[in-house]
């Protein structure tokens, strides 16, 4: 009688996981808001320097940085750096660059402010992950999202480069952790049929719908530091999770809280208007507890066991290509300005590419199947990358700010689609026992890499085409790289490192499954037969 079953008589789809839904899109909309806050905060809009005193339109040009002063005959010139600009602000919503005037010589500030939001993220993937395992997913989750809204809170109040580096850091803290607890609560109480549809529904409309408010509720509130308080309030809700939601039943049993889970399992059998004998709760307890005593033949694999010519191959083009994705996803939902139309405008668009970039995944990668996928996302969207940055260095936004912001929402869905799938691709790859470490692992190295996203798009006020440039020649080596990988649809997925090993040897580097359904599956079953005999 082991979790599943006794779920199935608690109800593993009724009143209690609706509930369960409902609060995973409430953080869903949170975690984008809190996400992409560092977007709406951060707009700079078309600026030129202040008028000088004694200003003659006649003797003196203002551009964007400096102030040009022409002799009386015109024929020579002085050129001065600006000390205040006016800027054309939209719907006079006031950012952090045209408030603290970061802009010109002081925009690399910006860059290096926002860059510690993703150290933050890899630290509080550690540190947050870590805290799941020792006081439960719920408080981790809980104290996790709190953490990160103070960070935004604290942000509002900064006027300064290193205040605003560290309150960013603070924010950036949990950036992943809030929505990946939140998933495993759901993930566990949900029966298994209803948790890819489920799941992915959820989070594509809920994360949607978090994007294409957020604009609107900037311009509403009329500035940035009123922004981040409006979008840090509703954290305040996490303070009521733990009397909707139960801890996860898998970690109490990991612990030995037996009481505990089985109080819970009850709990959700009431919610769910179930009767459940005792007796089944009995032999519940009695298998897990023989299953902890027995728990002391314990795998020695661990993630440096990756270490053998294939697995360790595998293992850093995952790492690589998580790197190149996290990066392209960041730059190409932020990077929405300068494009003919107006910002929040683009934003709240491009936003509405979630739901489809999710429902592609969906419809289309059991088909195609996942090295399919992958390589389809990465290379379709790096000629949209590369187009879009092109078009932009060659057409002037306002005659074509259709073509770009259509361009731009096809950059991003590109993004997205690559986004969403690497993180089943990679959880298939890697061998059920070193499955957590060795995903968290590679999720931890590609946020840490998404520091120099704010970097590449500074590049963009030396020349505009740039970013988009770079992006798309690193979403190229990604799909390139994503050649190399193994195909895992309709395959046994690999338990061990010596099955891992030997996982899909012999596979060609164009090998499809919607090309060729033949006898590849077969191959690796023969494969992963060798591996247990070399086991034994």
């Known amino acids: 009688m082991d979790l599943q079953r006794v779920l199935e008589k608690c109800g593993n789809f009724g009143p209690y996981q609706i509930l369960l839904l409902g609060l995973y899109g409430y953080t869903n909309i949170m975690s984008s808001m809190h996400y992409f806050s560092q977007t709406l905060i951060s707009f700079t809009p078309s600026h030129r320097c202040s008028k000088p005193e004694h200003f003659q339109s006649n003797s003196t040009s203002l551009l964007a940085c400096n102030v040009i002063k022409y002799d009386e005959d015109l024929s020579t010139f002085r050129d001065y750096k600006c000390s205040s600009w006016d800027f054309e602000t939209e719907?006079?919503?006031?950012?952090?660059?045209?408030?603290?005037?970061?802009?010109?010589d002081d925009a690399y500030k910006l860059a290096v402010g926002q860059s510690f939001f993703f150290i933050g993220s890899a630290l509080g993937s550690i540190f947050f992950g870590y805290l799941a395992d020792r006081i439960g997913r719920l408080p981790a989750c809980v104290l996790s999202t709190l953490t990160g809204a103070s960070g935004d809170f604290f942000t509002s109040f900064v006027g300064s480069l290193p205040w605003f580096s560290f309150s960013r850091f603070i924010s950036g803290l949990s950036t992943d952790t809030q929505y990946v607890l939140m998933y495993i609560l759901v993930f566990e109480y949900l029966s298994p049929q209803h948790r890819t549809f489920g799941l992915n529904i959820i989070l594509g409309v809920f994360y949607c719908f978090g994007l294409v408010v957020s604009p609107w509720i900037a311009i509403w509130v009329g500035n940035w530091r009123s922004y981040l308080w409006a979008v840090s309030l509703p954290a305040l809700g996490m303070l009521l999770f733990p009397v909707c939601l139960h801890e996860s039943v898998e970690w109490l049993l990991t612990k030995g809280k037996f009481d505990k889970a089985v109080k819970n399992l009850k709990s959700v059998a009431k919610f769910n208007r179930r009767q459940v004998d005792d007796s089944v709760f009995d032999e519940f307890i009695k298998h897990y507890r023989e299953k902890l005593n027995s728990?002391?033949?314990?795998?020695?694999?661990?993630?440096?066991?990756?270490?053998?010519?294939?697995?360790?191959?595998?293992?850093?083009?995952?790492?690589?290509?998580?790197?190149?994705?996290?990066?392209?996803?960041?730059?190409?939902?932020?990077?929405?300005?300068?494009?003919?139309?107006?910002?929040?405008?683009?934003?709240?668009?491009?936003?509405?590419?979630?739901?489809?970039?999710?429902?592609?995944?969906?419809?289309?990668?059991?088909?195609?199947?996942?090295?399919?996928?992958?390589?389809?996302?990465?290379?379709?969207?790096?000629?949209?990358?590369?187009?879009?940055?092109?078009?932009?260095?060659?057409?002037?936004?306002?005659?074509?700010?259709?073509?770009?912001?259509?361009?731009?929402?096809?950059?991003?869905?590109?993004?997205?689609?690559?986004?969403?799938?690497?993180?089943?691709?990679?959880?298939?790859?890697?061998?059920?026992?070193?499955?957590?470490?060795?995903?968290a692992n590679i999720h931890v190295v590609g946020n840490a890499f998404a520091f120099f996203s704010s970097y590449i798009i500074y590049l963009g006020t030396f020349y505009k085409p740039l970013p988009s440039f770079l992006i798309s020649f690193l979403l190229i080596i990604g799909g390139c790289l994503c050649l190399t990988l193994p195909e895992t649809l309709h395959k046994q997925l690999p338990q061990t490192l010596e099955e891992g090993e030997v996982f899909a040897k012999g596979e060609k580097w164009y090998f499809f499954p919607c090309f060729s359904r033949n006898h590849q599956s077969n191959k690796s079953e023969s494969q992963l037969e060798s591996a247990n005999e070399i086991t034994k």
């Open 295 to 439: 728990s002391q033949e314990k795998s020695s694999d661990t993630f440096m066991g990756l270490r053998t010519p294939r697995l360790r191959k595998f293992t850093i083009i995952l790492l690589v290509k998580s790197m190149i994705i996290t990066i392209a996803f960041d730059i190409l939902g932020r990077n929405v300005e300068g494009v003919g139309i107006s910002p929040f405008k683009l934003f709240f668009y491009s936003g509405f590419v979630v739901l489809p970039g999710g429902l592609t995944i969906i419809l289309f990668q059991n088909k195609i199947g996942r090295k399919g996928m992958a390589c389809a996302s990465l290379f379709v969207g790096a000629i949209i990358t590369a187009a879009t940055g092109y078009l932009v260095g060659t057409l002037h936004p306002a005659n074509y700010s259709v073509l770009l912001g259509v361009m731009v929402c096809l950059a991003r869905f590109g993004a997205v689609v690559a986004y969403d799938a690497e993180a089943q691709y990679a959880a298939e790859i890697i061998p059920t026992s070193v499955r957590g470490r060795g995903v």
């Open 91 to 104: 719907s006079n919503y006031e950012s952090i660059t045209t408030e603290l005037e970061w802009v010109c």
